[in-house]
């Protein structure tokens, strides 16, 4: 997935603010000094003091103190661990809380605490800015995904069935002996049609209509594929069949039943679209025309079955 300049910049900042806060919390329980055995006293080396040897047993013998001189160079300091003392013999309570305190009283202790509460904060502020950002960048998604179908609906090309045409076909005396029925294809999309494939087939039924399970073949030499193109808001014609008067005649007094059937397949010119497909299904009729010299006239009419496009 691509991330927007805008999402990484929220990310890196949410991932900053999480590190800083398992920095600071890190920071706030700093381990403790181990506990010096000899309380922080720097060492002292005892000498006895350079006495005749009668007055140091005398010294002794009358229980007098012993003289005790430093080592050169040392200073007496002040112990570098210092018991905290407590004025409760239990030592709880006040004792145990006495480290809240330093949050006002050391100034060190009170700025990692705001800046504590304020990488806090930053992490919170920042988490929601990358869930505004993500809803934002999921509309705007959504949004161009929406935009991009109403321009293909709007300029896809559609080819369906525009209507049929039958031409009448007659001898040197006029009278009629059958028709040529043409089918007429129309693209009333605003873009052209690619690798386009159409089939047309037809067939008869004996003393009755199409059977519910008819499946609709691609009668005729199928071997025959080849690829054509209709322009935007124009037409092409297929020959379809043609229907001898004596045929026509069986139909008109219902010996017979008769469809015309088929299909176009066909691509569009935008990127990632599905094939596109007509399929049509029209059954044929044959009624009289009244008049001095009596003719006959095909009709087609819609069937119930195989009308659909994609």
């Known amino acids: 997935m691509t991330l927007s300049g805008e999402e990484l910049t929220v990310r890196t900042r949410f991932r900053a603010g999480t590190i800083a806060t398992l920095v600071i919390l890190l920071g706030a329980f700093p381990t403790p000094l181990p506990r010096p055995t000899d309380q ?30 430093l080592t050169r160079g040392a200073l007496p300091a002040a112990p570098l661990y210092v018991e905290p003392t407590c004025d409760h013999t239990d030592r ?25 509460f304020a990488t806090l904060f930053q992490v919170f502020f920042t988490w929601m800015a ?27 090309p559609y080819v369906f069935v525009r209507g049929f045409t039958s031409i009448e076909l007659t001898d040197q005396e006029g009278r009629q002996i059958g028709w040529r029925c043409i089918v007429v294809w129309e693209n009333s999309g605003s873009t052209p049609t690619i690798d386009l494939k159409m089939w047309v087939s037809w067939g008869y039924f004996e003393g009755g209509p199409m059977p519910d399970d008819f ?6 030499d199928t071997s025959f594929d080849s690829a054509t193109a209709i322009g935007p808001r124009a037409q092409v014609t297929t020959t379809a069949f043609l229907l001898p008067l004596e045929q026509a005649l069986q139909i008109m007094h219902g ?22 497909r007509t399929e049509f299904c029209n059954q044929i009729l ?10 006959l006239m095909v009709e087609f009419r819609n069937f119930s079955r195989h009308n659909r496009t994609t």
């Open 40 to 69: 922080g006293r720097p060492p002292v080396a005892k000498e006895k003091s350079e006495s005749p040897k009668g007055t140091d047993q005398k010294s002794k013998g009358n229980g007098g103190p012993s003289t005790v001189a």
């Open 286 to 295: 044959v009624s009289p025309i009244p008049g001095p010299q009596p003719r």
């Open 92 to 116: 709880s309570a006040e004792c145990n809380d006495r480290w809240w305190r330093k949050f006002w009283t050391d100034p060190v202790a009170t700025f990692t605490g705001a800046l504590f």
């Open 255 to 276: 010996q017979r039943t008769m469809y015309i059937w088929g299909w176009a397949d066909y691509r569009d010119i935008f990127a990632n679209t599905p094939r596109r």
């Open 215 to 220: 499946p609709f073949p691609d009668l005729g």
């Open 130 to 156: 990358l869930v505004q950002s993500r809803k934002a960048n999921e509309a705007a998604r959504d949004a161009e995904k929406n935009t991009n179908e109403s321009l293909i609906t709007t300029n896809r």
